[in-house]
């Protein structure tokens, strides 16, 4: 079946998961960027028809949803919509249409463009219009660190992108055939290191070995934060690919960390792994239980190790792993560790707090300020 066709038949939770992930970050952000004397703009790059073959919609038809019920929105977006395929921009200018009875979105752009790996230097993208872009393709043809970077340039800017880990993982075991798109992505250097570091390796070994080039690649812009949030294939349980999120702004970060935390799976402490756990591999799985030894102690540790004999407020313990991306924690974590810990005499709330117990469940407010004993 060709790509397309098997693509678009029936949402995949996976598909579903990913389009709701996009589709609430451009909430969150478009929420904020808003009150930016600016306009802003939605460039999806591999953008597809807009529904599924069972009417789902996905995160093109989504955004602009929830454009059209916001005056605001509709006045200051600008939409970019691409994808080769002339079919399917022609079903996603229909789509867009229907919903937008009153004719109300007037800067919707469509192209049909071939993205390839010098994409970069033909987008324009006008100077201070914050950016919010989604980067989709099937493959890795198109994605480059050089269209990201791009992409994510002007202040407000912010990248999700498709890391199909799989085909990117045969490609980098393979003789020198796909290395321009592999340079593209890891740079020249990078790429022959890690095909060299990666031979000998098992499967298993291999994935957080290819992940964390690209991080590196990515991070080469030492501005960058960059999150990445796994998937599993859909017929075996083995990592399929990633959606990866890259920003300048830690608070961007903060807010992307948040919307992947609640669609992760968790382990019993509330842990995330920043995975989507889907019900045909993961049906019939239970999480092992766990006497508080898990990665959360962990962050009790990195907590006592940093603060000991110290005060500080519950908020900036929060801000510090929020907005902190080489970690799986977020806030919710860290009120979760001060409750026990406090249970435990390891540290003591010393302002901040009215009330110790409501409805017999500790409380930890974030204006709280903690003594690290
Ligand atoms: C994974 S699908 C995108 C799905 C879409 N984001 C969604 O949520 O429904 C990839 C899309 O990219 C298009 N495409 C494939 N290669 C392309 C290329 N090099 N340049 C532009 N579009 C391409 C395909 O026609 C297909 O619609």
């Known amino acids: 079946m060709p790509e397309n066709e098997a693509f678009f038949s029936d949402q995949t939770e996976q598909s579903a998961t990913k389009a709701h992930i996009v589709s609430s970050y451009f ?11 600016c306009r802003m703009a939605y460039i999806d790059l ?3 028809p807009g529904r599924y073959d069972d009417n789902k919609p996905s995160a093109p038809i989504q955004i602009i949803q929830s454009t059209l019920s916001d005056p605001v929105l509709i006045e200051k977006m600008m939409f970019l919509f691409n994808d080769r395929d002339a079919a399917n921009i022609e079903s996603l200018r229909q789509e867009i249409t229907s919903l937008d009875t009153g004719k109300k979105l007037s800067r919707v752009k469509y192209y049909t463009e071939t993205i390839d790996i010098d994409t970069h230097s033909r987008l ?21 660190r050089d269209l990201i970077n791009k992409l994510i340039a002007n202040s407000g800017s912010d990248c999700i992108f498709f890391f199909n880990y799989n085909r990117i993982n045969m490609a980098l075991s393979s003789n020198t055939k796909f290395d321009d798109h592999l340079a593209g992505i890891f740079g020249t250097e990078r790429t022959s290191l890690l095909k060299a570091q990666l031979a000998p390796l098992s499967p298993t070994q291999r994935e957080p070995v290819v992940i964390d080039a690209l991080i590196d690649a990515l991070l080469e812009d030492k501005s960058n934060y960059v999150l990445p949030f796994k ?14 999120f890259v920003t300048k702004n830690p608070v961007a970060c903060k807010i992307m960390k948040q919307i992947m935390y609640t669609n992760s799976a968790k382990d019993n402490d509330g842990v995330a792994t920043f995975s989507f756990e ?17 990665p959360i102690k962990e962050l009790e540790r990195a907590m006592i190790s940093k603060y000991q004999g110290q005060t500080v407020t519950v908020q900036e313990l929060c801000d510090e792993v929020d907005c902190d ?13 001060l409750k026990r810990m406090e249970l435990e005499g390891k540290i003591a709330v010393v302002a901040g707090r009215k009330i110790k117990v409501r409805g017999g469940v ?5 204006k709280a300020t903690i003594l690290f004993k």
């Open 27 to 37: 909430t969150a952000w478009s929420r904020v960027i808003k009150k930016w004397d």
């Open 46 to 48: 591999f953008c597809g």
């Open 124 to 144: 324009v993208i006008p100077r201070n219009v914050p950016v919010l872009s989604f980067v989709d393709p099937f493959g890795y043809k198109g994605l480059t």
């Open 231 to 244: 998937f599993y294939s859909t017929e075996m349980l083995r990592t399929s690919h990633f959606i990866v």
């Open 278 to 294: 889907d019900s045909r591999n993961f049906a019939g799985s239970f999480s092992q239980l766990s006497l508080f030894d898990g």
């Open 325 to 337: 991306f080489t970690n799986q924690f977020v806030s919710k974590n860290v009120t979760d560790v």
């Open 362 to 366: 500790p409380t930890m407010p974030k």
